[in-house]
């Protein structure tokens, strides 16, 4: 299981030896029920911009968008976008002092490229994400950012919670490591003591898991009855810039 701390300092540590830390309960309540009520709200219209599971043609996705379960929503993009509840949540105080510290810079940029989401798992239809880095798909400087993954709902292996590989964030792999589509190949020998020291990570509503943007990570399908949700933002020094024309320079990032 991966460390829960509140203590700053000591989760400093953490993240720095393993690439990840969860700090228990530090979205509070009445902010979790204003963004559970605007995901209910958005879901419900499938309001735009929206990624469907059949989008991403991962193991266990629908074929296309006309198959059945085809438009099972995947991911509300834009959180920012969305209204005030999102961008609140991603500027405020408890978030933005976590992720000072983490980065060790007072000066922070919230990413709009990428994550800036909701992400949703569907029982019946969602799909599972295979071992990746978020760096291996986004254009920076340096490999310098960190996710901020709030759970809106309980978060374990049956249904679909993360599984991260610690100190993945340090490595430096081979490109044999990777397969085509850049996810971390299982069927490599070389990969098998990175994967088979993964932890799950189990997260209560409100719990909130920093994690490194080169740290390896993956997570199945959701085996149980009922949606689970999570609100997802990325972070990176002011310092380290987009490289221009790529994806991750697309949109002006926000100063919180």
Known sequence: MPEIT?????AQAVFERDGFVVVPGLCPPAQLQRMRVSVERDLAAALGPVEYEADVAYPGAPPDRDAPGGLTVRRLLDALGRGSDFA???CCSEVTGWIRALLQTQDIRVVRAHHNC????????SSATGW????????F????????????????????????IPGSHYAVFDTRAFDSNRFFRTDHQANRAWIDSAVQVELQPGDVLFFHAALLHAAGSNLT?????????SYRPESNCPLPGTRSAASEDLAP
């Open 6 to 10: 509140a203590d700053m300092s000591a």
């Open 88 to 90: 609140d949540w991603a």
């Open 118 to 125: 909701i992400m949703t798992k569907h029982p019946d239809y």
């Open 132 to 139: 990746h880095q978020d760096i291996r798909y986004w254009s």
């Open 141 to 164: 400087e340096r490999p310098q950012l960190v996710n901020a993954w709030t759970a809106l709902d309980s978060e374990a292996c049956d249904n679909g919670g993360m599984r991260l």
């Open 225 to 233: 009855e009922r949606r689970k949700r999570a609100v997802v933002f």
